[in-house]
């Protein structure tokens, strides 16, 4: 047993909604995710996945980076800046990425959507309601929605943007403009039964990560692999959550077979880890209903 690794998981904190606070657990969120191993075709803390170009080191750089914009996007929301103040700061942080990394997308996806929640839990907090995840993602809806879609329905040059439009699927903007269906109805409740049940921290992440991959439109499976390496990615992961997922006793040997099968196929489904670390910041905020004790 890893002394250092939470056995059930990060004690929840109790739901305060200062900036800081939220931006810490937005950090520890993405080294929950980048900590996960195995983890089919990602970067790990020990492999590169279906990547070339970056590894656990261009991560934590660009994870260290962005340590400052989480906290500044959540008093962004708590004082309910408009859209474009977000995406501004949001361009700043995409900016200080691809210094920190030598212009690798690492953390692009999670940019925008850790930081569109942490505007939201930043605006709840402020309005003096408690942090749970209904009332983060009627705030989101309510106070960006609109922006949001507008975004959706714009043509975007970049690689995930243009294969979700290539192949009609929903974009990492259309998922935000929704409230984030996938995460908050997939994805939480997958974290959540998983730590009732009392699994470790890390088979509860990736039984997470194997329930959102089954049904994300993840613009990255589509932009490496096509509609086809999409469709075989999410028939990868409902198989494996038929056969018991990641608390089946062969649960973490069928992940890295198919961790072999997506790499040997060059697919990564990054839009599915960001909305892991998403549901880790949910659990880290309180905002998850589950509270689990001290952690080890
Ligand atoms: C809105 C933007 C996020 C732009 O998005 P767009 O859809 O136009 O294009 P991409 O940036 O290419 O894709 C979006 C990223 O979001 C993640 N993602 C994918 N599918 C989904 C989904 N269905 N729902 C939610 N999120 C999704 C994903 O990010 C992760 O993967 C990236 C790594 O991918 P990788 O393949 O290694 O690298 P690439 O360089 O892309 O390609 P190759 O190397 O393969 O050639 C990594 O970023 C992960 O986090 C998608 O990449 C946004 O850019 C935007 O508008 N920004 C402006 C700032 C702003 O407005 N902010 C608002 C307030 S916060
Ligand atoms: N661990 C990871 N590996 C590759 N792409 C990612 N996008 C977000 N997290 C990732």
Redesign the pocket.
Known sequence: MNAVQPLRGPASTPATAAPQSLGRAATLALYD??ALSP?P????LSDR?S?ED?DAQT?MRSLLALRGYFPRIAELGAAAAPFDALERCGLEAEARMARATGGIN??R??IFTLGLLCAAAGALGNSGHALDASGLRAELVERWGGALHLRAQKVSVLPGGRAAWRHGLRSASAEAALGFPVLFEVALPSLASALRRGLAWHVARLDTLFHVIAVLDDA?LAHRGGLEGLRFAQAEARRFLADGGAAAPDGLARAEAIGRAFVSRRL?P?GA??ML?AACWMQRIGALGVHIGQAT
């Open positions: 995710e980048l983890k075709g990602l970067v790990t996945g990547h970056m991560f690492t953390h996806g999670a990255n990564s990054g880890a960001d670390a």
